[in-house]
């Protein structure tokens, strides 16, 4: 079944309900289905939601209202008929935004099996004309900056930052600049099914104002745009600044929060995010090199409850930490942690 005719001319963002409706039918050719009002009464239900419990009851039907409580109607989350899932469905348009390109790439191996990518899982991407694409992808719970209890302690700071720099870093090893790191684009799993339930995972998503350099591109890495919900003071329509540290600078901004949100003392961590947020992008670490700044900060029983010697190599050794479920270079790794 081909894809309905989408008006061309106009944003995704400004889409509405009418544009979803018209997609229903190839979207459940496609097996999947638009979340409906009798879904969120289901779910009000389950809630204790009394205010959207009055009217909506039993299966859904194809001819149920859509519901849509998101922020703009590029974005309808929905399920996948054969299991349930609940997903999400993103309309982009490739004039505008790279988004549709680069979550492709991530979808080709080696980038998707990279135990470094920390990148929403994508079902597929449905191509509905020249310009327009549809981005599936698995449905996370919201930012990790929306829940009292999921950042509390050191152990969870430490859990957040190691896997939100990792996948920084595996992101700048594919020549990607995200260009828009803010606690709004990572989100939280807490039931991943590769992680320990009590250890949620995290995941970057929005890669509309992101950069994708060539691999054989010799440099610099320049880009010219200000639009971030954080941005960094090299920000510039009209002067070129290299992403990636940019990248870096908003991190810095995001791990403030955390740390915040979870109330800890920034003594140990002040020099690194000093050092992230430093007005002078050259003087800023890379995401490999936060990373380990971040390991050597950690208290001692909290980090690193036992090390393994993981892979030797001819000028460096590394290890593997359970906890941090990462390789670092072993020189990185404070003696006193060393429980072999």
């Excluded at 909506?56 to 039907?61: A, F, K, N, S, Y």
């Excluded at 001819?63 to 299991?83: K, M, T």
């Excluded at 327009?132 to 152990?155: A, F, G, K, Q, R």
């Excluded at 050092?275 to 490999?288: G, L």
Aim: charged share 25%; glycine share 4%.
């Amino acid at each position: 079944m081909l894809p309905p005719k989408l008006p061309a001319d106009v944003d995704p963002s400004d889409y509405d309900i009418d544009e979803w409706e018209s997609l229903r039918p190839f979207l459940k050719s496609r097996g999947y289905r638009l979340i409906t009002q009798r879904d969120a009464q289901a779910g009000a239900i389950q809630d204790g939601d009394e205010e959207m419990c009055e009217k909506w009851g039993g299966p859904p039907r194809d001819d149920d209202p859509l519901y849509h409580d998101l922020h703009n109607y590029a974005v309808f989350p929905g399920f996948q008929i054969s299991n349930s899932q609940r997903v999400v469905f993103k309309i982009v348009d490739a004039n505008k935004s790279p988004e549709a390109e680069i979550y492709s790439y991530l979808c080709e191996t080696p980038a998707k099996t990279d135990p470094r990518n920390r990148v929403i899982p994508v079902l597929e991407i449905i191509e509905l004309s020249p310009t327009h694409s549809m981005i599936v992808t698995e449905e996370w719970c919201l930012s990790w900056n929306d829940y009292n209890n999921i950042m509390e302690t050191w152990d969870d700071f430490a859990d957040f930052a190691t896997q939100a720099l990792e996948g920084l870093a595996f992101l700048h090893s594919h020549c990607i600049a995200h260009l828009d790191i803010s606690d709004g684009n990572i989100l939280v799993c807490q039931y991943a099914e590769d992680l320990p339930r009590t250890r949620p995972a995290y995941a970057f998503i929005d890669f509309g104002l992101s950069v994708r350099f060539s691999k054989s591109h010799a440099g610099p890495y320049t880009v010219t745009r200000n639009i971030a919900t954080f941005e960094p003071p090299e920000m510039s329509k009209t002067i070129p600044y290299d992403p990636f540290k940019s990248d870096i600078w908003q991190m810095g901004q995001v791990l403030v929060h955390a740390a915040r949100q979870c109330k800890l003392k920034l003594d140990s961590l002040q020099a690194l995010i000093s050092r992230m947020q430093h007005s002078d992008p050259d003087q800023r670490p890379t995401a490999e090199a936060a990373l380990a700044v971040l390991i050597t900060c950690a208290p001692e029983r909290s980090i690193v409850d036992k090390i393994f010697i993981a892979e030797a190599t001819d000028t460096t050794l590394f290890c593997l930490s359970p906890l941090l479920r990462t390789i670092v270079p072993m020189h990185t790794i404070p003696v006193r942690w060393l429980k072999l």
